[in-house]
């Protein structure tokens, strides 16, 4: 999937940790080869793999969706930069819908957060931000399940693609300011 929030992501959590004290120990060594290769810049080819592997941390495989509701979970990951946990959020790439023709019921999806122990919740009202639907297929819930699930509605009555992104929120304490979470921007498939 090429799009550009995926990228952007992918180039802005690749700059974050590559900042982190953990990581840059080791940057020296994973740059020079590609450094070297290249005169002292990093080439084209190096950086798609960084991307790539940025890519890695915020998609795993694309889920197919044969069951109402479809359950998704979406499990974190906490890196330390500069002393302070950033969390990335690890979502199917795309949730694939098969067999869409007029006619099909409404199907739910049901995004589900594995806490891990840590404070973390959907946005109150946006926990599923659609970013682009041009057959308008998706629904999103206006308000959460519960502070770790959020829903939307699936026409599944016309084949196209929709993008969305999740809004996490995570805080460090119960009285403290939420941050949020890293997340790509997955797919929904109407095959």
């Known amino acids: 999937m090429g799009s550009r929030i995926g990228v952007v992501a992918g ?3 690749g700059a974050l940790l590559l900042g982190s004290p953990s990581i840059s120990e080791g940057q020296e060594k994973a740059q020079a080869a590609p450094a070297a290769a290249t005169g002292g810049r990093l080439n084209i080819q190096a950086l798609a793999k960084i991307v790539a592997n940025y890519r890695l941390l915020l998609y795993s495989a694309p889920q197919p969706c044969t069951t109402d509701p479809c359950p998704v979970k979406i499990t974190l990951t906490f890196v ?3 002393g302070q946990d950033v969390c990335i959020a690890k979502i199917p790439e795309s949730l694939e819908f098969g067999s ?15 806490p891990g122990g840590k404070l973390i919740e959907f946005h109150t009202k946006s926990g599923i931000l659609l970013v682009d639907d041009p057959k ?3 629904k999103p819930d206006n ?5 770790v699930t959020f829903s939307a509605k699936n026409k599944h009555n016309e084949k196209g693609t929709a993008t969305y992104v999740p ?10 300011p939420p941050h949020l979470c890293g997340t790509g921007d997955p797919q929904i498939v109407n095959n």
């Open 11 to 13: 180039v802005v959590l």
């Open 80 to 82: 330390p930069v500069n």
């Open 100 to 114: 869409t023709m007029g006619g099909n019921p409404t199907k739910t999806i049901n995004w589900t957060i594995d």
């Open 136 to 138: 308008q297929q998706i």
């Open 143 to 147: 308000t959460r399940t519960n502070a």
């Open 167 to 176: 809004v996490i929120l995570y805080r460090t304490a119960p009285d403290q």
